[in-house]
DNA sequence: CATTCGTGGAC
DNA sequence: TGTCCAAGAAT
């Protein structure tokens, strides 16, 4: 059934100017985060430390909140302004990135840091075009901080506002396809006195009212103007082509052990998976079965005991790695790589898969232990 | 425009 | 256990 004209011309009207009742919703139930600057002081015309909201933003990149807190506290205990970041060793921001994942963002974020220290007299560019030419800023990010550290208009899309508008709208255009249209509505929402607060205010709705399953329209502040909220069907959106299934590979992982409890590691490629962190010696990772149920693939010859399976998922493709153990003696050399002893291990620049590889030949080799 | 790039929490 | 997916960028 057709949609009479007049609800389509009804809920433009409305939908296009909600960013009021947003901005007061957002002055009540805003989120407090360890990053943000409250609404209180930005209308005082109090704006939060463009370091912090460029730290903060990378490391939210497909990240939650929840697993950016305590890396961002790390963060500026280690590295308080841009110049120290700029100045650490690259090994050293590897190491506490380690576990957050998508690790290109590290090594950029060393990057960037070097070029606003060295290039910019440490100071962020306030534009988002300025900003989009630092290495890991590309338009959300460029965008996000111009608007939240600058107080620039700029139009700010992530995947909670596409959520919202998406829904606001009932865009049936699939992502990515429909990112023109989203960005077109929210430059048209914005309110250029607040647009830090403005799209702060859109990703808490996103994050906290309008989520991904079971929205809570009924505690929404903008939801007289949803057009999927009146039809309904606002978990319909937004609507996303389907995805290829991941395709599975084996490999197999060697842990050295040395008579002192030294294992021996080494650094992967600068580049692609897992670029720049440090594993254990393996096998490549592919499709095929062949050379992991055995020890043809070790990197030299020693006693080799099967010490398990481990599993991990990700993001294009699922990992079975066969896990060996070898004692070697203290005189055995390291190679390309490096003996890293028990104390030093759970500081290394090692991502979760390896650290389950060396969990599963030495239980609790990887574990920081607390002080006191 | 499609791929490549991690991880852990929620359901 | 499987599935989705979270403040995306680079190529």
Redesign the pocket.
Known sequence: MARTEASVTDAHASSTDFSRPLLAWYDRHH?H?P??TPPAETKLGVLPDPYRVWL??IM????????VKRYFEAFVDAWPTVEALAAAQTDDVMKAWA??????RAR?LKKCAETVAGEHGGRFPGSEAGLKAL????????A?IAAIAFNRPAAVV???IE?VVTRLYAIETPL??AKPEIRAHVAAALPHDRPGDFA?AM??L??TICT??KPACVLCPITHGCTARREGTAERFPI??P??EKPARRGAAFVAVRADGAVLLRRRPPE????GMTEVPGSAWTARHDGVSDDTAAPFPADWRAAGTIR?????FALELSVFRAELPLNAPAGDGWWSAPDTLPGEAL???MKKAIEAAIPGATKKRRKG
Not at 60 to 67: F, S
Not at 272 to 275: A, Y
Not at 312 to 316: N, S
Request: proline letters at 7%.
């Open positions: 989120r985060l990053w943000r903060s933003e939210l990149q497909q990240t939650t909140v929840g697993a576990g957050l994942g998508y690790y290109s950029n290495p890991g800023i590309g338009d959300y990010t460029a996000a992530d995947g909670n959520r990515p396809q702060q990703m808490d996103g994050a991904p399953r996303k082509a995805k290829t692609g998976l897992l670029g991990h998922v990700f993001t294009h991502p979760t898969v």
